[in-house]
């Protein structure tokens, strides 16, 4: 087609994964972009949600591995959290600051 198709919004996801295979499977029917709004700014983590639905839509990457690296993603932001409670309890307080920045990305 001469006229490139982008889509926009389309049915309610209850999680990222229903909606990056649905901006996939759009993407393969020959899509060249995405206009999404709610399924963006209403995710748990926008960023995150904005570079899986980059590298599926501008990098053409395959569905899964998008899917594996937003699972990389979400495991490393868990890290700080997980280890904030061990930090806090079992180092003093300037400590703590150091040994949590080692996990900053």
Request: charged share 25%; net charge positive.
């Amino acid at each position: 087609s001469l006229v490139p198709i982008v889509i926009a919004g389309g049915p309610r996801a209850k999680t990222l994964e229903e909606t990056l295979r649905m901006v996939d499977g759009a993407v393969k029917g020959g899509a060249k972009g995405i206009c999404l709004g709610r399924k963006v700014w209403g995710s748990p983590d926008p960023p995150t949600t904005l570079r899986a639905l980059k590298r599926i839509v501008r990098d053409r990457i395959p569905l899964e591995s998008a899917l594996a690296e937003l699972k990389a993603i979400e495991f490393l932001t868990e890290l700080p959290r997980r280890h904030t409670a061990l930090a806090t309890l079992a180092l003093p307080a300037q400590r703590a600051c150091i040994f949590l920045n080692q996990f900053r990305l």
